[in-house]
């Protein structure tokens, strides 16, 4: 029976696939072809095709053979230039048995596999053989070699296998006794060899214990890629092949990632959350899902719903009694004391990570994986995000840049309505004219000023705002057309200064003002209607918001067009109401037809294509994408700086944006690098207590907090609160974007949690009293996990509550979060999910999804 060296079966095999699929009488005109460029090919494959016809004649595949592979029968036989010593494994994808070389020309010891005969009766034949050829593009230290493979005398496949003598890893770091930090630095070999696996379009699919052998010397060795499956096959559109049909549901199921449970797409990430389990495995003693045995319904459920408990909390009391920790933790050479605070932190976030359920929210690739564990060796900070109230803040802070997007608009917003003002409007160009000059003036002056600043030694800008806004009642009665320009640029004044209360109250009063004079369908009135909605949807009425959005872009579009820049600004005001209830695919939709028509409409360089542009990147950030964000976010801000200056405020707004992308792509060192910038700009045009810059100051000091420098974090914030309440108030966002940032990425990680718990109150009851209903969700739901961590169940619920009453809870993050694992079986708990889940806009930004 022929065999072949695996570099030439490499090389024949696929060749030999094609002549089978022939008739035969193609076949042999194809064999006349192709021996005239390689005669020794088609001698291969003409020897392979013989013993093909007498295999098949012998019907070798539609009978069992004589003896069963593993049978003690086998012992002795000859295997090509191998002997059969003993078994050595046997499971379901086939039996192992050492052998020797015996036909003289060296010594050694080898592993001979042949599959089973359930597997040679399916699709499982031709897996078998693809593991062959996928051992054969592998060359790695740390992946046991293939030395051979052919086929016996009595037609049984079988691979040649570099034979391991070793345990399995989690055995061998029991018995050997390693410490955290060796068991670790070991883990490292095994994600050396997966990485070289994906790297030649190779997924394991089946890593665990028993497939990562450590020999004597501590030479870490992965076996078995019997299941394995070629990337590249994943690109065809077709129907999948038989091997991916079965195969797929080959799998142990202990070690499976939910997409192989429910027959998703098998990806990269699949094997990395079989790395996250067989290090938790590792670390803890305990698998993910908890200690056995589980039924088939218990494990699907804990592989599939539940979150696993954070490491560090499985390997002490009260999950382990006082006598089983110390058992465990002497196995790890240390005392259960030490072994919860060396897995606390960094190794409970890498294997929070690598376990999430979703693929696309695990580490983007094994090297990203292998990163951050070196980076937890060398005492560095890690890339992944903690599920904590940092990661919550983090996902906050950047829901509400929406919000920024639009600022433009306070000024963007009349200039595209104008371009559609009619002969009716033309008639008073005059006085509109002559307000407009006023609204500048004004917006200028209040640019650069603060709603406390003083002006002068007793009056503040605020003052001057509100003294101006109650004169605007009296003093321009027989102008009211005048008097509406004015009561619409004060609004956006209120509006950018974050009173949204009197800037909704102005805004409305100049679009009644008007609709009176000069109709509803005017596009004036239309401009005054959509002015009005960027003063709602901060104020958590973002379903208001989208409802008068729609109906406001149904007139917009009878009257001005479906394509005119009016409309598109209403479209665009749209598509921001939307992302703030956590429909970003459907936001992400409308920004890109809106970008699309401004660039043809009005260039490529115009501000609001530059909007639009920085929005279309925005959504694809917030839809998990940042690398593609980051291209179109980047453009709209290096096209704002030449067209407009570096100072410009788009121009400043877009770069803060790239700021958090590049924060998300781990280019931590950039991103501080361009904050600081920012603030330089902003201390140099705007001084360094405007609103902007003590917000760009307050973005810095996440930035640090995220990198754990702590101390530089902390002294920021408690600098830059202050002043953001006193310039901007309790109830801005930007005031409690700070206030979070403070609880979460100092207090939280440091420890504190009692103070932690103060800044989340205030922010909470802050929340509330300036009408900002997401961000009282978000602290309350904070406030609940910080409790469940505490393991106060009623004061959690309590939060909880709250939080879903608010109307803006997510169900999914309930069920998946960590902290809140301990109250899944609550009935009030089960309860408030329901409630959440009822609730058809829910935002999701407190958990990873």
Request: hydrophobic content about 40%; glycine content about 8%; some cysteine.
């Amino acid at each position: 029976m022929s065999t072949l060296d695996p570099n030439r079966w490499q090389t024949v095999s696929p060749y030999l696939d094609q002549a089978l699929e022939l008739p035969e009488g193609q076949r042999t005109a194809w064999l006349a072809t192709l021996r005239e460029q390689d005669p020794s090919l088609v001698a291969d494959l003409q020897t392979f095709l013989e013993e093909h016809r007498l295999l098949a004649r012998r019907r070798f595949l539609e009978r069992s053979p004589e003896v069963v592979p593993g049978h003690p029968a086998l012992e002795g036989q000859s295997i090509g230039a191998y002997t059969l010593l003993s078994p050595i494994g046997q499971g379901g994808m086939g039996t192992v048995w050492l052998a020797r070389r015996s036909d003289g020309r060296y010594e050694r010891r080898v592993a001979v596999k042949f599959p089973s005969l359930a597997l040679l009766g399916g699709g499982g034949g031709e897996r078998f053989k693809r593991e062959g050829s996928f051992l054969g593009r592998l060359s790695h230290p740390h992946i046991a070699d293939l030395v051979d493979a052919g086929v016996s005398a009595d037609g049984q496949p079988y691979l040649v296998l570099e034979h391991v003598d070793g345990d399995p890893i989690d055995r061998y770091c029991d018995g050997v006794g390693l410490d955290v930090e060796s068991r670790v630095r070991l883990f490292l070999d095994v994600l050396a060899a997966v990485a070289h696996a994906h790297a030649n379009l190779i997924v394991h699919r089946d890593i665990k214990p028993s497939n990562v052998l450590v020999t004597t010397d501590g030479q870490v060795k992965l076996l078995d890629f019997g299941i394995a499956k070629l990337l590249e096959s994943e690109s065809s559109e077709g129907a999948g092949t038989q091997l991916t049909r079965e195969g797929g549901g080959a799998m142990t199921p202990e070690y499976a990632a939910p997409e192989q449970i429910t027959g998703g797409q098998v990806t990269t990430a699949t094997d990395v959350y079989a790395l996250g389990v067989l290090l938790y495995l590792l670390l803890t003693g305990e698998h993910p899902a908890g200690a056995g045995p589980h039924s088939a319904a218990e494990l699907v459920k804990a592989i599939v719903e539940t979150e696993p408990p954070r490491p560090s909390e499985v390997v002490g009391p009260p999950r382990l009694s006082r006598e089983a920790a110390s058992t465990n933790a002497a196995k790890r050479s240390t005392t259960s004391e030490k072994l919860q605070r060396a897995l606390r932190g960094d190794l409970d976030t890498i294997l929070a990570k690598s376990l999430k359920k979703l693929p696309r929210e695990r580490y983007a690739s094994v090297t990203a994986l292998a990163d951050d564990v070196r980076r937890y060796l060398k005492h560095e900070p890690i890339y992944a995000r903690p599920d904590t109230l940092a990661y919550r803040t983090a996902k906050f802070v950047r829901r509400n840049r929406t919000a920024v997007a639009l600022a433009s608009l306070a000024v963007l917003g009349p200039m595209a309505f104008g371009l559609a003002m009619t002969f009716q409007a033309r008639t008073i160009a005059r006085e509109r004219d002559r307000a407009e000059r006023v609204s500048e003036f004004l917006v200028d002056l209040f640019q650069v000023s603060d709603p406390g600043k003083s002006l002068g030694n007793t009056v503040t800008a605020r003052e001057v705002l509100d003294r101006g806004a109650a004169q605007l009642e009296k003093g321009l009665e027989d102008e009211p057309q005048t008097q509406a320009s004015l009561l619409q640029t004060m609004g956006n004044v209120y509006r950018h200064l974050g009173l949204y209360e009197k800037s909704e109250e102005l805004l409305e009063r100049a679009a009644v003002l008007r609709e009176r004079i000069l109709g509803k369908d005017d596009p004036l009135t239309l401009e005054s209607r959509q002015l009005e909605i960027l003063a709602i949807y901060p104020q958590g009425r973002n379903k208001e918001a989208e409802a008068r959005c729609r109906s406001l872009l149904a007139s917009a579009r009878r009257v001005l067009g479906e394509d005119h820049p009016g409309t598109l600004a209403v479209l665009n005001t749209l598509a921001v109401t939307i992302d703030n209830q956590a429909r970003p695919a459907e936001a992400l939709q409308i920004h890109r037809q809106v970008l699309e028509k401004y660039r043809r409409i009005l260039g490529p360089d115009h501000q609001q294509t530059l909007w639009s542009l920085n929005n279309v990147g925005w959504g694809l950030f917030e839809s998990g994408r940042p690398a593609e964000a980051e291209k179109l976010v980047r453009e709209a801000a290096e096209r704002s700086s030449r067209a407009r200056g570096a100072a410009y405020p788009d121009t400043l707004w877009f770069q803060q944006n790239l700021v958090d992308i590049l924060v998300e792509l781990h280019r931590s060192s950039e991103a501080e690098a361009l904050e600081r910038a920012i603030i330089e700009t902003r201390r140099r045009v705007l001084g360094p207590d405007h609103g902007d810059t003590l917000n760009a100051e307050s973005n810095l000091a996440r930035i640090l907090g995220q990198a754990k420098r702590y101390d530089e974090a902390e002294r920021i914030y408690s600098r830059v609160l202050p002043e953001l309440r006193r310039v901007r108030g309790e109830g801005h966002p930007s005031t409690l974007n700070t206030m979070y940032s403070l609880a979460s990425v100092v207090y939280w990680e440091t420890g504190r949690f009692d103070e932690a718990e103060r800044m989340l109150v205030d922010t909470y009851e802050s929340a509330r009293r300036a009408h900002q209903d997401y961000s009282a969700a978000i602290a309350s739901y904070n406030l609940a996990c910080l409790a469940a961590r505490g393991r106060d169940k009623e004061k959690a619920l309590g939060w909880l509550r709250k939080s879903v009453e608010s109307g803006l809870a997510d169900s999914d993050g309930m069920i998946q979060d960590p902290d809140l694992h301990f109250l899944q079986n609550d009935p009030e708990f089960q309860r408030l999910v329901a409630a959440a889940k009822a609730n058809p806009t829910q935002v999701t930004p407190l958990v990873q999804r």
